[in-house]
Every structure is written in structure tokens, then in C-alpha cells.
């Protein structure tokens, strides 16, 4: 059995958000009614009043409520309620494509996979759409989480995996509380423990973009509070390397490399660059990752570390970042 699990988090009761959540969960139902055993755990994350569950009688439906503690504190209680043996998760304004899920479930019962990797497309539009999938959904060989670091940079979204509960349990996995970037923590970990993974490139997961939210907003106080946790999300990671110091971690160094350098693009394109970057250098200098280290990356990204450790490339590179923003 596969537990999907839905955080929601609708602190002002608008009815767009719910029509959002209830496409997310016809989704699920849509994808495995009468083919896959399944579970929806919904977690309200503090949010006040309940979403009508009505257009859902019958499901296997299950929600809980709990204090606000974000995205990471609402998949932690969604992990420790679910039955499955299997997890997934799908934010409340995302949904799955028609006919995608089945057989990833299945490459993961085929394989004895303990992950499995998909697609996904980003979407600006919030009626559902059509992603039909052409002819046969195609899996990688099977390898572990650190090969398939080492192979690139790893996109983080935990929503981008169909997951064995024993992988998550069994390690003690858990995401970040009370922080943006839980995923940029939480999945590295993830990959680190796998050791039977396959993944498809077919898309699956329809990721919704729209204004209004952490990711899209670049209000100075978000755009600070997603550098400084950040910071710690990458400080987080590096202690666990230092954990696991005597393993193969070729992968996990990739992943802290790239993420550093994500973080001064990021920084780059704020207003106030000029000043915030010095302070994140610093950050990183204090870690031991800058000057960033990019030997085992892409061209792109070792030109971006040779321009990153003088003045006149980091204005560079901030006018590149913003023709690309």
C-alpha cells in the first residue's frame, strides 16, 4: 500500500486554495482507485477551520490536525501516521498527471526498488491538464542514491520520489522544522541511504508555480529568511557527511558543492547583492566551501566558481543572473 501524503496550509481560509487541495486529491484517487491499495493522509499544518471533505466519501482518506510548524513538521506527522509501506508526498497545490503512478509503483515492487524517481513539469495555471505519457514509461537500471548523485545535480523536491517507509523509519529520516528549504536537506539524506533506486524521466508530478508563495515572493524579508536557512540546511549537511565520513559521500560532496553555488546565484539577484553577497561568502568561507568547489560539476558551474572569487565576476555574474532570472 502507498500513503500519499497532503500538507495544508491555508491560513486565510481562501476558497482557491481548497479547490487546489481537492484537484491534488482527486489525483491520487484518479491514479490508483481500484488498482493500487492506497491511503490519503491529509495534515492541516495549523490552519484554521477544516477543508470540505465531503466531495470524498468513500476514500481512504484519513486527516489530522496539528500547530503550525511548515511544510517539514506537517510531512513528519503525515511519516508517523501512515500505514503503507510506501510514501509520497504531493504539496496540497500540485497533483499528479493522469495514468503515471502505477507504474512507477509497480518498477518499485518489480525491482525491490527502495526508491523511485520521476518527472515532473512545471505548470502556471491552476486548471488540471492532460500530460499523457508516450508509449511505455522506460526505468533507469537499478543503483544507489549515491550513484545517482554523482550522475548531476540533484533536483531535491521529496515529492519527485515514491519512497519505502522502511528507507525513511529505518534511518530515522526526518525533514527540518519550522524552515524553508527542508527538501534541499531532507532528500540528499534521502539518496545517501538508498541502495536500490530506478527513476523515469517521464513526467508525473505537476508542479504549480503561482505568485504569492515563499518561492516566488522576493519581499526582503523572505528572500533573507531563504538564505539564512539555507545556511543551515547546508550546515546540516555537512555535519552528516562528517557522520558518515568512512562511506562513499562522492555523491552527497556533489550535492554541497552545487548547493553553495545555487545559493550565490540565488543571492545575485537580490536588490541588495552588492551587500549580501560579502555576508555569504563569509558563511561559506566558514564551512570550508568557498572558494566553491566545481571540479566534479558542470562547465557552467566551474566558470561561475573561477568568476565567483573577484569583484569584477560577481558583478558579472550578477548581470548574467539577472538576464536569466
Request: charged share 20%.
Amino acid at each position: 500500500m502507498i500513503s500519499v501524503i497532503i500538507p495544508y496550509y491555508n491560513p486565510n481560509r481562501d476558497s482557491e486554495s481548497e479547490r487546489l487541495l481537492h484537484r491534488a486529491i482527486l489525483s491520487v484517487r484518479d491514479n490508483l482507485d481500484g488498482l493500487i491499495p492506497y491511503e490519503v493522509i491529509l495534515v492541516n499544518d495549523g490552519s484554521p477551520g477544516d477543508p470540505d471533505m465531503r466531495p470524498f466519501g468513500g476514500m481512504p482518506l484519513y486527516y489530522t490536525k496539528r500547530a503550525h510548524g511548515m511544510l517539514g513538521a506537517a510531512r513528519n506527522t503525515g511519516i508517523d501516521n501512515a500505514k503503507g509501506d510506501m510514501l509520497a508526498f504531493l504539496d496540497a497545490d500540485d497533483y499528479y498527471f493522469p495514468g503515471t503512478l502505477v507504474p512507477c509503483i509497480k518498477a518499485m515492487e518489480q525491482n525491490g526498488a527502495d526508491l523511485v524517481g520521476f518527472g515532473f513539469r512545471t505548470t502556471r495555471t491552476s486548471a488540471p491538464a492532460d500530460c499523457p505519457v508516450s508509449g511505455k514509461p522506460a526505468f533507469s537500471a537499478l543503483c544507489t542514491g549515491n550513484e545517482y548523485m554523482s550522475q548531476g545535480n540533484l533536483f531535491s523536491g521529496a515529492w519527485q520520489f515514491i519512497i519505502s517507509t522502511e528507507l525513511i523509519r529505518g534511518h530515522g529520516l526526518r525533514f527540518m522544522e519550522n524552515r524553508y528549504i527542508e527538501d534541499e536537506e531532507f532528500t540528499p539524506r534521502l539518496l545517501f541511504f538508498s541502495k536500490r533506486m530506478t527513476y523515469a524521466r517521464h513526467p508525473v508530478y505537476a508542479y504549480y508555480v503561482h505568485p504569492g508563495t515563499i518561492i516566488t515572493s522576493h519581499s526582503a524579508q523572505n528572500t533573507e529568511l531563504k538564505s539564512s536557512h539555507t545556511i543551515a540546511a547546508i550546515q546540516s549537511l555537512l555535519e552528516f557527511r562528517q557522520e558518515h565520513s568512512t562511506e562513499q559521500h562522492d555523491g552527497l560532496d556533489k550535492k554541497i558543492d552545487s548547493l553553495a553555488i545555487d545559493h550565490l546565484r540565488r543571492t545575485l539577484r537580490r536588490k541588495d547583492w552588492h551587500d549580501a553577497l560579502p555576508v555569504q561568502i563569509r558563511a561559506l568561507q566558514r564551512m570550508g566551501l568557498f572558494p566553491l568547489r566545481a571540479d566534479s560539476l558542470p562547465a557552467r558551474s566551474r566558470l561561475f566558481a573561477a568568476l565567483s572569487g573577484n569583484r569584477t565576476g560577481q558583478y558579472l555574474l550578477h548581470l548574467i543572473e539577472l538576464f536569466y532570472k
